[in-house]
C-alpha cells in the first residue's frame, strides 16, 4: 500500500505543475501575498476575495494565474452572457487542481489553520466570485477579503457546554457567511470533509443554530474535530489490535463502555454484564469486564452474509422491557439475540448513534454483496463507510448534535432511510464500475478523463489508514476523483432526485392523516345530529 501511495504521489506531482513545486509539505503557502498586481488583469469582473484565491491557487501550483486561465479555456467555452456562472467554473477549476495538490503531498492538512481558513475563503468567493452580482445570485452578506487572522477559540477552547457557547459566539458574529451552494461544491472536493451524497446534510447539521449560513468559527470546529478524531482513531489501533485479534485490514472506528459513568451492558437472556465495545469495518468486538481486566472479546460479523438485523430495543434487569436504550443484533451466528444497552440519565442519543454507525457498516457490506465489485471497488466503499463515520463523530463531539434518518451524515444509512434509496445506491454503482472504464473517445476531457479514482480509499491511505496492504489500485487515475468544474455529480443529483420524492411521499401521507382526522369530527357531528334531532321533536 505505501509503494502504491508513493507511485501515486509521483504520477499525480506534475500532472498540473510542468515544473516541480518549489513548496515542500511542510511550507505550502495558503496566504495571499500583496495585491499580485497583473495576475488578474485579464480578468477584471473578479471580486477582490474572488482574485485573492485564486493568486493563492496558483501559487500553490506553482503557475501563473494566466496559465490556469489558459488550461481552463481550453477545455471551456467563454460565455459573457452569464458571466457569474462562468467565473464560479473557473473558480472550481482552479480551487479542485489546488486541493488536490495539497492533499495529495500532505497528511496533516486538517490540523493546518491556514488550509483551514483557505478552504473557507474558496466557498466565501464562490459565493460572491465577481465585484457584481445579480440580485436573485446574491449572497446574504456583502463579501470582502477574509483575513486568514480572523480570531476564533482558542485551539484547546474544548467546553462541556459547546453548544451553547457556539450559539452565543455565532449570534455576535457579524462576519461574512457561506451559504449552502458554495459549501456543496468546494467541501467534497476534500474527500475527508465532506462526501457528495450527504453534503447537504452536513450543512444542516454545521448551520443548525445559524439561520443556514456557515460561520467559520463552526466550521473551524468542524475540522478541528475531525482532526482529532482521524488522529484518536490512528493511535487507538496499537493497544487494541493486539487485544481483539483484528483482521488483516480492520480499521478501529469508535469505541465505548470504557468510561465507568458511561457503560455498555450486553444483555443476553436474563444476564447481563458491562464492558467494552468495539466497531470495525467487519465486526462488533464486546469484551466483558471482569477482575481489573477485560475477557476475550466476542465477534459480532457484519461483513458476512448470516442475515442480521440489528434494530432499536427496549432493555432492562432480568429481561424486562423498560428501557428504550438498546441496540438489538441477530444472525444465525448467534442462539438468541443479543442487546447492547447504552444507558444515560436523559435521552437515548448514545444509542441512536451506535445504532447509525453499526448499521451504516452492515449496509455497506449488503451493498458490496449485491453487486459484483472487485477489491478496488470493495474497498472503495468501505472507505466511504469509514470516513462517514468519522465525520459523524466529529459533528457529534464539537457541535453536540447527531442527525439520523433523512438527515443523516452516513452514505448507505441515508440511502436505507430514504424512500427512493435505491436510486443513489444504483448511481453509485455506475460510478464505481468507471473506476476500471477506459477513456471515451471524443469527450470533451479526453486528455485528462482516463478513469474515475478511488478518492475515498486513496483518502484513507493518505491519512494513515491501511485497509490492504497489497491493494491492486491502478495510479493512473483522475487527478481529483468523480468532481468537475461546472458539472453536477450524479450522485448529487440522485439524492436530490430521492429527498424530492420522500417529500411528495411525506405530504401526501400527511393530507390523507388530515382526512382521516377530519373524517372522524365530520363523522360525530352527523351522529349528534342524528340523536340530537328526535329528542328535540320528543319535546
Keep these: 500500500m ?21 513548496n515542500t509539505n511542510k511550507n505550502i503557502n495558503y496566504q495571499h501575498d500583496g495585491d499580485g498586481d497583473g495576475d488578474g488583469s485579464t480578468i477584471p469582473s473578479l471580486s477582490p476575495l474572488a482574485h485573492s484565491v485564486l493568486s493563492r491557487s496558483a501559487k ?8 490556469l486561465q489558459r488550461r481552463f479555456d481550453a477545455e471551456h467555452e467563454a460565455d459573457s ?28 492538512y486538517l490540523s493546518d489553520k491556514d488550509f483551514r481558513r483557505f478552504t473557507y475563503d474558496m466557498m466565501l468567493a464562490w459565493d ?16 470582502s477579503i477574509s483575513s486568514s487572522e480572523q480570531q476564533g477559540e482558542d485551539e484547546d477552547g474544548w467546553s462541556l457546554f459547546y453548544s451553547t457557547t457556539t450559539s452565543m459566539a455565532v449570534q455576535v458574529d457579524d462576519t461574512i457567511t457561506v451559504g449552502r451552494e458554495a459549501f456543496a461544491r468546494i467541501a467534497p472536493a476534500c474527500p475527508a470533509v465532506a ?3 450527504t453534503v447537504h446534510n452536513l450543512f444542516d447539521s454545521l448551520t443548525a443554530s445559524s439561520d443556514s449560513r ?5 466550521y473551524d470546529k468542524y475540522l ?33 463502555g470504557t468510561v465507568p459513568i458511561q457503560p455498555v451492558l450486553q444483555h443476553i437472556g436474563i444476564s447481563a454484564w458491562p464492558g467494552r465495545l468495539t466497531l470495525t469495518n467487519h465486526a462488533i468486538y464486546f469484551e466483558s469486564l471482569g477482575v481489573g481486566l477485560y475477557d476475550k472479546a466476542v465477534i459480532y460479523d ?30 444465525t451466528s448467534v442462539a438468541e439475540p443479543v442487546y447492547f444497552e447504552f444507558p444515560e440519565f436523559k435521552g437515548n442519543s448514545r444509542r441512536d448513534y451506535w445504532l447509525d454507525v453499526c448499521l451504516e457498516i452492515l449496509h455497506a457490506h449488503r451493498f458490496i454483496q449485491k453487486n459484483n465489485f472487485n477489491e478496488t471497488q470493495q474497498l472503495e466503499v468501505l472507505a466511504r463507510a469509514i470516513l462517514g463515520i468519522f465525520r459523524c463523530r466529529a459533528v457529534r463531539e464539537a457541535l453536540c448534535c447527531f442527525s439520523s434518518h433523512y438527515k443523516t451524515l452516513l452514505a448507505f444509512k441515508l440511502a436505507e432511510s430514504l424512500p427512493g434509496g435505491d436510486m443513489i445506491l444504483e448511481t453509485l454503482s455506475s460510478r464505481l464500475a468507471l473506476l476500471n472504464a477506459t477513456p471515451v473517445s471524443g469527450s470533451p476531457r479526453g486528455k485528462q478523463q482516463l478513469r474515475l479514482s478511488p478518492v475515498a480509499l486513496l483518502t484513507l491511505c493518505q491519512l494513515g489508514f491501511t485497509l490492504q496492504k497489497e491493494a491492486n489500485l491502478d495510479v493512473e487515475v483522475l487527478a481529483f476523483g468523480d468532481l468537475w468544474a461546472g458539472e453536477t455529480n450524479p450522485l448529487e443529483i440522485a439524492v436530490k432526485q430521492s429527498v424530492s420524492d420522500t417529500g411528495k411521499a411525506e405530504a401526501a401521507q400527511a393530507t390523507v392523516d388530515k382526512v382521516k382526522v377530519e373524517g372522524i369530527d365530520t363523522n360525530v357531528a352527523v351522529m349528534k345530529v342524528i340523536i340530537m334531532v328526535p329528542l328535540n321533536s320528543a319535546y
Design 302 to 331: 457484519l461483513a458476512s452474509d448470516m442475515k442480521q438485523v440489528i434494530k432499536p430495543e427496549l432493555t432492562g434487569p432480568l429481561g424486562a422491557r423498560l428501557f428504550d436504550k438498546a441496540v438489538m443484533y441477530k444472525s
Design 2 to 22: 505505501e509503494t502504491m501511495m508513493k507511485n501515486f504521489m509521483k504520477s499525480h506531482q506534475t500532472l498540473f505543475n510542468p515544473t516541480k513545486s518549489s
Design 195 to 197: 462526501d457528495v451524497i
Design 128 to 143: 460572491s466570485p465577481t465585484l457584481v452580482l445579480p440580485v436573485n445570485d446574491s449572497p446574504q452578506n456583502e463579501t
Design 60 to 67: 500553490i501550483l506553482a503557475v501563473s494565474v494566466q496559465e
Design 81 to 108: 452572457q452569464q458571466l457569474v456562472k462562468h467565473t464560479r467554473i473557473f473558480l472550481e477549476f482552479c480551487c479542485y487542481q489546488a486541493l488536490h495538490h495539497v492533499i495529495t503531498n500532505r497528511s496533516d
Design 214 to 218: 456557515l460561520h467559520f468559527l463552526i
Design 224 to 256: 478541528r474535530s475531525l482532526d482529532k478524531i482521524i488522529r484518536t482513531a490512528k493511535n487507538t489501533q496499537g493497544p487494541l489490535i493486539s487485544n481483539l485479534q483484528l483482521a488483516e485490514g480492520e480499521i478501529i472506528l469508535d469505541v465505548d
